[in-house]
């Protein structure tokens, strides 16, 4: 799905890399994150910045947040010591970068990507699993993790979200036959049956006791959505999710989607 920068990024971005880097430097991040065009030319450091992300906004043929992603992830991941000299400088251009991608519902994830905050309802994962897109499934899992310590109940939410579109979407794309119930138990059982992921097929004692232990984590994990996180409303006991366990169960489900994955390519190519 293609993304166009917003407005008020284009400026941050441009205000940050103008301050940040020299002409040099500028055109080699810009090329090197895939902005349309050579570099313009006869303009101020900011003026460049801006007329080359104007240009590459209009590309209909790349998704211009994928460029912006890139020119800012040394700024976003860069380890920033507090006896560096730039220190106040990098931590708040950091803030604003942080603060101008909230505003439009944006958010950054490691590795030079930016995707929709968390808590937003996903328009495009059904399509990241139909394509077998591992890299934004991957980023749908850092937009869990950014939430853990501040909200780890609907980071809980998110993982089981996640198993809960994977299983549906295979169910569909394979034309079987939908259970009554659409959450997670009922589908992810659908699912395992018809990849042959039953412990009792397997001769391998070691490889039986990991898929048994993998059946009972995809069932806890949407038995904790039910009890604990967001998605339901709290019962009569209390639970009390703390960060690692939210961030136990994000590690599991993406333990668990990228196995079904691999699983499921591998038997859609006929290898056995």
């Known amino acids: 799905m293609r993304r166009p920068i917003p ?10 890399v103008c301050n ?4 040099a430097s500028l055109d080699s991040l810009f090329m090197h994150a895939g902005a349309t065009g050579d570099p313009p030319v006869g303009l101020s450091k900011q003026a460049k ?7 590459t906004n209009k590309n209909q043929d790349i998704d211009p947040i994928d460029v912006v992603g890139r020119i800012i992830e040394t700024y976003m991941e860069e380890l920033i010591e507090p006896n560096d000299f730039r220190f106040e400088i990098k931590t708040k251009d950091r803030e604003r970068l942080q603060k101008t991608l909230a505003q439009s519902e944006l958010q950054y994830v490691k590795g030079g990507k930016i995707v929709g905050a968390l808590g937003i309802p996903s328009r495009t994962l ?3 699993i139909r394509d077998k897109d591992s890299s934004s499934i991957e980023a749908e899992f850092q ?3 950014t939430n853990v310590e501040s909200n780890p109940r609907e980071a809980v939410s998110a993982a089981s979200n996640i198993l809960e579109s994977l299983c549906k979407v295979y169910i569909e794309e394979e034309g079987l036959e939908k259970p009554a119930k659409q959450d997670l138990k009922p589908v992810w059982a659908i699912v395992r049956k018809h990849l042959g992921l039953d412990p009792s097929n397997i001769e391998d004692q070691d490889l ?7 059946i009972a984590v995809v069932e806890g994990i949407g038995a904790l959505r039910t009890h604990a996180s967001s998605a339901h409303g709290a019962g009569k006991k209390s639970y009390k999710i703390e960060p690692r366990h939210a961030r136990l169960a994000i590690h599991a489900a993406h333990t668990v989607t990228l196995f079904v994955l691999e699983t499921w390519s591998k038997r859609k190519s006929g290898i056995s």
């Open 7 to 16: 407005s008020t990024l284009i400026g941050a971005c441009a205000e940050i």
């Open 20 to 23: 940040r880097e020299t002409h």
């Open 49 to 55: 910045a801006l007329e080359w992300l104007r240009t």
């Open 126 to 128: 059904e399509e990241f």
């Open 143 to 145: 937009r869990a993790l």
């Open 208 to 214: 039986q006791t990991i898929l048994t232990g993998m």
